[in-house]
DNA sequence: TACCCATATTGAGGTAGATCAATATGGGTA
DNA sequence: TACCCATATTGATCTACCTCAATATGGGTA
């Protein structure tokens, strides 16, 4: 990779504004560019990082599909996220200088690496960036807020379907299809994520196929009435 | 209030070490009260702000205990969280305008309001808070995500025993007793919190009491065998 | 193309925790 | 002090989801 090509990840990056510099001016993108962020590849099934790693960036995912996994000193894991592109991943780290959780690539994926030291400087000279930073994290924790409510109070069907609206819409702001799109993780980190047993995930996506929800063939997915799904988000009187 | 107190509200305040205020210096600790905080006391039972308020602040809580609760659009509600002194309320707002769960008060409270504009600003003359704040936020995150193990993975026994446990523990750092406490929230909160019923949480105390690893008396706690709460926090073979 | 192995589906039966219900307790207040 | 009502305990039954098991499917590779 040339020092041209280095120096406009950032900037000529097809989804800059879904990233983190999204609202930066082109001077401030290019401040970013210059001093922190290179793509890095990662495979499929490869770790982006694993517990103990020491902490030193964030990544922010630039192509591709990721897991993250906390692994219980008894062996039992959880899966605690799925991120795609212009998400964020490592914020969960901060506070260590080591990594705290596993990120495993659930497709081949491209990711942007910022060394955080560099970003906490970069911060202070720009108040657009922290403040949108400040933002991200913020985002975050409403977000595991509401994955408490769901593992916390909802029943299977409501918390598959909740999952499934979740995934609509995070296609849809990358303008890719919430209709029809296909799922990147297997019925088990499905089942993990939301606390779950992989064979009830299987029997909740057969039924929600059955009554015509649905159309489910392996990770292949349609959503045809989406508004019956977001029925079932609602626990039902009775 | 007098002036001089409003100045020194940070200053000379006896939970400065666990607060936001710690590792800076006097000089930016005056600088934290000058521009930022003050007092407000909230009543037991009272919101210290509820979803929808408008967000301009945020609140580190003085003395007493909250929990933040989010409540579903069909009326289910989960606890979120239970704050003690030294810890930050708020932070799941910053992304919005608006306030984005309930947070009131278990006892008779105070909390120190610092606007989140100031802040910003402040954050920007003092790379030493900012950091600070960096790593109260991701701390926060990585909290979720063992919550997120918690309510996906784990038997309610071995939720209730790593919820007393953390529990000892923040009374420990704050330089309370950690054997002899007195539970601030409900069974009904703690079964929410812990994504299971108030009367499995009565049961499971009462089992713990009856095994010799707990005195209850109401909410009155002692912990008798700190050793055998550990254990019961981990899968058990069988 | 055919094979293989991880992944997924479907069934049958078991259980942790929920639900429903009947007391008990104790902190707050007059 | 005595009363009251929210909170807590405990018991009996029910059920959503788990567990165990058998089979199917399909993407990757030789």
Redesign the pocket.
Known sequence: MSLAELKSVCGSCGIRELCLPAGLSDEEVDLLDQHMSHRISVRKGDYLYRMGDPFRSLFAVSSGFFKTVLVHEDGRGQVTGFQMMGELLGLEAIHSTHQVCDTVALEDSAVCAISFDQFEQLGQLMRNLQHRFNKDMSREIAREHHLMLLLGS????E?LATFLLDLVMRHERRHQSGETFM?R?????I?SYL?????????L??RF?DEGILE?????LRILNRAALAQRTEASES
Do not use: C, F, P
Not at 185 to 189: A, K, L, P, Q, V
């Open positions: 909802m029943r299977s069907e918390r799922l993780m297997t019925r088990e980190d089942g606390g779950i047993k992989l064979e009830t995930v299987s029997r996506l057969s196929h489910v063939r392996g990770r292949h």
